[in-house]
């Protein structure tokens, strides 16, 4: 039997194989990189919508769009989120109205070319470029306002 040097001896006391100690020891070599730094983890953002006149909420999820809309069952069209549920203002509601969606950390709305404009504060979105959101925006499609809040 082969006498084993103290490196070995230690190893073999703790379990441990003189290979993966050496592995996990063994210094790098000049220019030879170390592991890659995986980038920090985004923490999952989560966007919340309140509907003022009905209460109701809808929650974004940052790997999801939200299209907001009027659903149109003659065209097949139903929108993430249907807004003909919310009573008589729902008819200023283009049937593919506006889009939330998350990128580079934060939530965006855009309007998709409606007819009664998206409303950010207040003030009317040029169709086709994204707005950022904050928490505590007010947002309107056509005459339906509805709260966000950002988590």
Request: hydrophobic fraction near 35%; charged fraction near 25%; charge should be negative.
């Amino acid at each position: 039997m082969s006498e084993l040097n103290p490196l070995e001896l230690e190893s073999a006391k703790e379990g441990v194989s003189p290979e993966v100690e050496r592995w996990q020891t063994a210094p790098l070599a000049e220019g030879e990189a170390g592991l890659e730094e995986l980038p920090p983890a985004t923490p999952a953002a989560l966007l919340r919508l309140r509907i003022a006149h009905t209460g109701r909420r809808i929650e974004v999820r940052s790997h999801q769009t939200c299209e907001i809309g009027r659903s149109d069952p003659s065209l097949g069209l139903v929108p993430d989120l249907d807004l003909s549920q919310e009573g008589p203002e729902a008819i200023w509601v283009s049937r593919r109205h506006a889009r939330i969606f998350y990128h580079d950390g934060h939530f965006y709305i855009e309007d998709l070319g409606s007819t009664n404009g998206t409303y950010l504060n207040n003030k009317r979105l040029v169709s086709g470029l994204p707005y950022a959101l904050q928490d505590g925006d007010e947002l309107r499609f056509g005459r339906i306002i509805a709260h966000v809040h950002i988590e």
